[in-house]
């Protein structure tokens, strides 16, 4: 059985900048996400979110300012090999000729992690908790898409990660299975005590799990707020970006919001 990690780890965004030739994507973003936190960001499409992301696991480099996990350089390769962080794909990126928990044992089998019991448990578990225990043999052409998110999120879990970074989990979904990852995303902070931090344009997620928000536009950081004081906010900006122009339910229309 996957034990809660002992020790969550919080992350420090400090004056990060960068650009891409003359294109500023992120103009001096600063804010922290505290240990066993979900953190929701949110912005319009270009805002730059995945772009920060990316420097969580070290795939960009700042151009100014830093980012620490666990009071670690992110731009440092042993900070990745200390801290166990995880970063679940929009597409998911599943290995399509391998069973769901071939796909799931895959890493872990890489790194020799587990002896073969544990493995075994340890995959049967997380699919229990992902309610998918039943697609353990099929293939990933075989699953829905919202079961394949599923499957995406279980494998990083499996790793048990400190840090769990999901980028757009409930895109393309439909508003039921959008609201089960969701809901899902919320119960793992109890099991694992895990630090989340999850890119998102759905505000019904948002509102229902976040611990804080950011509201990220054009690079630069709106506000951190709770989901309670986004609802009530004043704020012109805020109240604009809270209030959906089209129908954010129906998925088409979800990137465009
Ligand atoms: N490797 C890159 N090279 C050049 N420009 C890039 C690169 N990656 C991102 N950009 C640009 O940076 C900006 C922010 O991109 P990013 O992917 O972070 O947006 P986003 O907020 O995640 O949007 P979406 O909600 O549509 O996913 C975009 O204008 C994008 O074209
Ligand atoms: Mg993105």
């Given at each position: 059985m996957p034990e809660k990690n002992i020790q969550s780890i919080g992350v420090e965004i400090e004056h990060l900048s960068k650009r891409f030739g003359e294109q500023v994507v992120l103009d001096d973003v600063s804010?922290?996400?505290?240990?066993g936190e979900i953190f929701v960001l949110m912005g319009p499409s270009g805002a730059g979110k995945s772009v920060l992301l990316r420097h969580l696991v070290n795939l960009e480099k700042p151009d100014a300012g830093r980012v620490l996990i666990g009071g670690k350089d992110a731009d440092d390769d042993a900070t990745h090999s200390a801290i166990r962080t995880a970063l679940v794909f929009q597409a998911g990126a599943l290995f399509n000729s391998m069973s769901v928990f071939d796909n799931l044992a895959?890493?872990?089998?890489e790194h020799r992690l587990y002896d073969k019991a544990t493995l075994r448990d340890k995959v049967e578990h997380v699919l229990k908790i992902l309610h998918i225990e039943d697609a353990a043999r099929k293939l990933p052409a075989q699953l829905s898409g919202g079961m394949r998110k599923r499957v995406?999120?279980?494998?990083?879990?499996?790793?048990?990660?400190?840090?769990?970074?999901?980028?757009?989990?409930?895109?393309?979904?439909?508003?039921?299975?959008?609201?089960?990852?969701?809901?899902?995303?919320?119960?793992?902070?109890?099991?694992?005590?895990?630090?989340?931090?999850?890119?998102?344009?759905d505000r019904d997620l948002a509102l229902g799990i976040a611990d804080r928000v950011g509201l990220l536009m054009a690079g630069k950081l709106l506000t951190v707020a709770t989901p309670d004081?986004?609802?009530?906010?004043?704020e012109p900006a805020i109240t604009e970006f809270m209030r959906p122009k089209i129908d954010v339910h129906n998925p088409r229309f979800r990137r465009l919001a």
């Open positions: 804010f922290s996400v505290k240990p895959f890493y872990p089998r995406a999120i279980a494998r990083s879990l499996v790793m048990e990660p400190q840090l769990l970074l999901y980028d757009e989990p409930t895109s393309e979904l439909d508003p039921i299975t959008a609201a089960n990852i969701s809901e899902i995303i919320g119960t793992l902070k109890e099991e694992f005590a895990v630090t989340s931090i999850i890119v998102s344009h004081e986004l609802r009530a906010s004043t």
